[in-house]
Nanobody, 123 residues
């Protein structure tokens, strides 16, 4: 089992920045991909970004490319999401997830999920 705990959400004005963190514990050696997903009110949860835990390759949704940066600290078993130039449409609950397999964008393939952290961007 892997436990994931997100932090760093909050309220920010449009154009501002936030950094989310996700601390992983348990059988972290089984993780191959870690990702961020988000769910806005009334919408389905969607892919935001992912990173290959060992190799470091990164993947982004078109809507956040160039504004968000995913990174990880393997020694600390911590995943990050630096969010810059935030827009009101980025408002959502952000979830950290871990996948033992090779999926990057398909949330159904992820094995472990955090509880989520709220990000609210005011206009």
């Amino acid at each position: 089992q892997v436990q994931l705990v997100e932090s760093g959400g909050g309220l920010v004005q449009a154009g501002g920045s936030l950094r989310l963190s996700c601390a992983a514990s348990g059988r972290t050696a089984s993780m191959y991909v870690m990702g961020w997903f988000r769910q806005a009110p009334g919408k389905e949860r969607e892919f935001v970004a992912a990173v290959i835990w060992s190799g470091g390759s990164t993947y982004y949704a078109d809507s956040v490319q160039g504004r968000f940066t995913i990174s990880r600290d393997n020694a600390k078993n911590t995943l990050y999401l630096q969010m810059n130039s935030l827009k009101p449409e980025d408002t959502a609950v952000y979830y950290c997830a871990a996948d033992k397999g090779f999926s990057v964008r398909n949330q159904r393939e992820y094995d472990y999920w955090g509880q989520g952290t709220q990000v609210t961007v005011s206009s």
